[in-house]
């Protein structure tokens, strides 16, 4: 009698080991899951250049050329992409509204992309016409995550697309 209770005695203390380790075993799957393997997550950096990529262009398209007529930039990509240009820019020897909303778009994007050390694609474009755009600066030599904005303009013949695409 006194055997059988050792006997049931020393069953429980390893069924009692066997849920230890199996919980140890699992508490270690649960850190090489959640802690190891975890990827590092960059949501704050991709919200931060998506913004910059749309409020670049929001800034940029707003943005007043005073050498011709006042016109904003939206205004110069407007007549640059027109059959028949309306706005002379030739105060400045440069008559061309595309020459001079491409003059303008390279100096906004060298004085604060550039110099902030953010790789960048810029186009403009028409979608009928997206190999040949009215203006493209920028290229992106990786393109891991990129944020990007769009922003269409209308034209005469169809929609004019801007989009700006900051590379990290």
């Not at 913004?51 to 011709?68: F, G, R």
């Not at 990129?146 to 700006?164: C, E, N, Q, W």
Request: contains cysteine; proline residues 4%; positive net charge.
């Amino acid at each position: 009698m006194d055997k059988m209770k050792k006997n049931k005695k020393s069953q429980a203390e390893i069924v009692g080991l066997v849920i230890i380790v199996l919980l140890i075993t699992i508490g270690i799957l649960f850190i090489v899951k959640f802690v190891v393997l975890k990827e590092n997550p960059n949501t704050k950096i991709d919200f931060v250049h998506s913004e910059l990529a749309s409020n670049m262009i929001n800034v940029m398209l707003k943005t007043t050329v005073t050498d011709c007529k006042r016109s904003s930039v939206t205004e110069l990509f407007k007549d640059c992409a027109a059959v028949q240009s309306h706005i002379d820019c030739d105060d400045d020897g440069i008559p061309d509204s595309c020459e001079k909303v491409n003059e303008t778009i390279k100096i906004i994007l060298d004085e604060s992309l550039v110099k902030w050390r953010n790789q960048y694609e810029f186009r403009a474009y028409k979608p009928s016409y997206k190999e040949h755009p009215l203006s493209s600066y920028g290229k992106c030599i990786k393109r891991g995550n990129v944020a990007s904005a769009t922003y269409p303009i209308p034209i005469d013949m169809g929609t004019l697309f801007v989009r700006l695409d900051i590379c990290s």
